[in-house]
């Protein structure tokens, strides 16, 4: 080599073992200590310098080994964190070093190609060039997993408060927290092409990270590595995961990994860096398949988070009555000056809010918990939970009843519900408590033994009770000693609401201090609760985390920071979980994921030749009108407007019978049924307000051809399913939410007319008309297919034609 200049140019660490340590400090922000660094290369097998008795005959050890000494590694002698104290200097800084970062994007690039480059030219020889990327990729990943990554809980809560900023300064600001919000889809490799996955913010930077270090490896990074990045990146939080949770989370779990000795499914590793990450989470792809996927993972995380909390709480408290039993100078400075190491909690004890649409939903999801608890479970005021939110018990005197009648009416009854459908039996059903109006309160308290029908609570010292003490949990606890509630959106409001002469102390408290402290809010089952009043789910998320009127009970020393800053929502997570992306959903998920580890998002993509335009078994020529329309604000009124001066014109002159005419919304429908009744047309309404005596009255003169139009709700047909005998033509004013609507709607054509009208109404053939705006492009893409929909939104025409 050459003299070396005057200013010589920058290069990137030499050597292999230099520029592993070097990714882990780009990737994870922190130093990376020397011995570690060769423990765990001796750990996997990957180092020169392993002793000569570690590398004869040794194996890699396991991902479950690994994680065993993780959290082994968590207690100190006196029961604290072993490594919260080295953690905390660090990941107080990681946010603002996010920040840094986007501020100067083209400084940390160029650090970046610079690092490439030098690894490029000073890359050291012994094999081929396509295996040394290789091997030198697969050095990485696994140098990755044996490290053990920071716990989630630590990073995400030991963090400091976002610097408080004046009035002038907030608009300067604006631009670069939208900056830290932008999301870009990511390819993880492990889904079906289907399903999109977009990341923002400091999980975007730490995916990004990940993919640049692994490009500095090699030219071209193979699928594969893509995939085994992700796996690790996923699978990195478990290893700090609880022992009493990863105990029983393979026998639980078992039915969704097919068997195969994973511990996640793809689906569970797409959505669990997120979770465990404490970043916001809108996941719009739920099917009934999949349902359980979700909500393992959803379960684990509430349990994970709480027991930390309340372990870390029962040993601080612990610590503290030590130092302040020792009465000496020497304990009190300490207690002073680790004053923000006892701050471990918010204002009041609950600490995850979980929305349910039904009673049954919820009980699945507590029976989930205990099983992930499994026999170190002690659980309190079961068979009152069983009889309120379990399935509604069976007379046994109907049971033995042996009248063929009765007999006959049950089995008339079990036919109408199959053809229902599994997923409105598994809400609504008669084994289903569809109750909507519920809320309850449980309470975790870990680090207990039962002995002689008595609990007593047990120290974890060293971690060593964590594997013989249990958990007691106790139900339907009053809200401000509770950690978890589950409620519906309806209950919980009314909770929250004064009402005058009520006796129950929570409905007539006519606050909200419970929620000020909030650290995971989960909405399961979203398109269900759309359905019901999503208003309701608003006003909830708009009561989280503001700062309690009561405060008499408070010990602010134990407060953190962020929630004495009024900043609990840049910490509180927001979980969305529905079958499909609303409007409503979209916008709230906007409007309060609000979370400083950024978000998740994950999609479906409806294919063309797997829309539910496809179901449709009747032949029939289905057209779809796109209505112009200037703003999203004027969609009801243009959709009106466009019906009453082309559509009804046309229905009347003809005197069009057997009309079903469905409208998603009931607002439209009041505006459509006052149109009607100026043009004195003959219909009849099926609403979900109606009595089930005017429904029936209704249909049957629908049926008959005594009423020409029938007006169609679409959460009617959500909540009762319908079979509606003699409909001919259909009109949907607006697109349906569910796309199934569609097709299920459709194929009632032709159904059950009566011989006395089969001839004359026959000659008309059968129609259908789908109204819709530039607006409703989610709903299009379900029915019609990505593909379709986008030339439908884009397109010059305004009509197109499906014909089956």
């Not at 989630?152 to 608009?171: I, N, R, T």
């Not at 989610?778 to 089956?804: C, D, P, W």
Request: proline share 3%; glycine share 6%.
């Amino acid at each position: 080599m050459g003299a070396k200049s005057k200013h010589p140019k920058k290069k990137g660490p030499k050597g292999k073992k230099a520029r592993a340590k070097a990714k882990l400090d780009q990737v994870w922000g922190e130093s990376v200590d020397e011995d570690a660094r060769k423990a765990s290369k001796v750990r996997f097998g990957k180092s020169r310098l392993m002793p000569e008795d570690a590398k004869k005959g040794s194996r890699v050890e396991s991902n479950d080994a690994v994680a065993a000494k993780v959290r082994q590694s968590r207690y100190d002698d006196d029961g604290s964190s072993s490594e919260s104290e080295d953690v905390d200097d660090n990941a107080g800084n990681s946010f603002s070093h996010f920040l840094k970062r986007i501020r100067q994007p083209e400084d940390t690039r160029m650090d970046v190609d610079s690092s490439s480059e030098s690894s490029a030219e000073e890359s050291e020889g012994g094999s081929s060039e396509t295996e040394s990327d290789d091997e030198s990729i697969d050095d990485a990943i696994a140098t990755d997993v044996a490290l053990p990554t920071q716990d989630p809980f630590e990073a995400h809560f030991s963090k400091a408060p976002l610097p408080q900023l004046d009035v002038s300064e907030k608009k300067k600001t604006k631009d670069l927290v939208a900056l830290t919000q932008q999301i870009r889809k990511v390819n993880t490799s492990i889904l079906d092409s289907s399903l999109d996955v977009h990341l923002s913010g400091p999980l975007l930077d730490q995916w990004e990270s990940i993919e640049e270090a692994m490009k500095m490896q090699s030219n071209g990074v193979k699928k594969s590595h893509v995939r085994r990045a992700w796996e690790h990146f996923a699978k990195g939080p478990y290893g700090h995961a609880r022992e009493i949770l990863t105990r029983n989370w393979r026998e639980v779990n078992k039915s969704c990994i097919r068997g195969d000795g994973r511990v996640f499914s793809s689906l569970q590793l797409a959505l669990y860096p997120a979770i465990s990450r404490y970043a916001d989470v809108l996941m719009t792809a739920e099917t009934r398949q999949n349902r359980d996927e979700i909500n393992h993972l959803l379960a684990m995380h509430v349990l994970e988070h709480v027991l930390t909390c309340k372990t870390r709480i029962q040993r601080h408290n612990r610590r503290i009555k030590e130092l302040s039993a020792a009465d000496n100078d020497k304990s009190d400075a300490l207690l002073d000056e680790d004053i923000d190491k006892w701050r471990d909690q918010g204002y009041t004890s609950p600490k995850v809010l979980i929305l349910f649409p039904t009673r049954g939903t919820s009980w699945k999801f507590v029976h989930l918990m205990m099983d992930l608890l499994g026999e170190s479970a002690f659980l309190d005021n079961e068979e009152r939970f069983e009889a309120e939110f379990g399935p509604p018990s069976v007379d046994e005197d109907e049971e033995k009843e042996d009248d063929e009648k009765e007999e006959m009416k049950r089995q008339r009854r079990k036919s109408v519900m199959k053809q229902k459908g599994q997923e409105w039996n598994d809400l609504f059903g008669d084994e289903a408590n569809d109750d909507d109006d519920f809320k309850i309160g449980m309470s975790l308290n870990p680090n207990v033994v039962k002995t002689k029908g008595k609990k007593k609570r047990v120290a974890a010292e060293n971690g060593a009770a964590g594997s013989s003490a249990g958990v007691a949990v106790k139900l339907f606890t009053e809200f401000y000693k509770s950690d978890i509630i589950l409620a519906s959106p309806i209950g919980l409001k009314m909770a929250t609401t004064k009402t005058e002469g009520e006796d129950d102390e929570e409905a007539a408290a006519s606050d909200v201090d419970f929620l000020s402290s909030i650290d995971i809010c989960i909405v399961a089952r979203s398109d269900v609760l759309a359905m019901q009043n999503w208003d309701h789910v608003n006003s909830i998320l708009e009561c989280l985390n503001q700062q309690p009127k009561n405060t008499s009970n408070i010990d602010f020393s134990r407060v953190r920071n962020y929630f004495l800053e009024g900043q609990g929502e840049n910490w509180r997570q927001l979980i969305m979980v529905s079958k499909f992306a609303d409007p409503f959903i979209l916008s709230s998920f906007r409007r309060y994921g609000k979370n400083i580890e950024g978000q998740l998002k994950l999609r479906r993509q409806t294919p063309d030749d797997d829309a539910d335009v496809t179901n449709v078994t009747v032949h029939v020529k289905q057209v779809f009108q796109r209505v112009s329309c200037e703003s999203v604000s004027q969609v009801g009124s243009s959709r009106l407007r466009y019906f009453s001066e082309h559509v009804l014109p046309k229905l009347m002159r003809l005197k069009q019978k057997h009309t079903l005419i469905f409208i998603p919304s009931y607002f439209d429908f009041v505006s459509v049924r006052n149109l009607l009744l100026k043009q004195e047309a003959s219909f009849v309404s099926v609403t979900e307000y109606a009595r089930v005596s005017e429904i029936s009255r209704g249909r049957a003169r629908f049926h008959q051809g005594r009423k020409d139009i029938m007006l169609y709700t679409g959460r009617a047909h959500f909540f009762l399913r319908h079979k509606i005998k003699g409909v001919r033509h259909v009109i949907f004013f607006g697109l349906p939410e569910y796309a199934e609507f569609y097709s299920s709607i459709i194929n009632m054509l032709d159904g059950g007319l009566s011989e006395l009208e089969e001839d004359v109404v026959t000659r008309m053939p059968l129609s259908c008309l789908s109204l819709f705006t530039r607006y409703e492009a989610h709903q299009l893409e379900r029915i019609v297919g990505t593909g379709n929909a986008n030339k439908m939104i884009k397109g010059e025409k305004s009509s197109y034609l499906f014909a089956t």
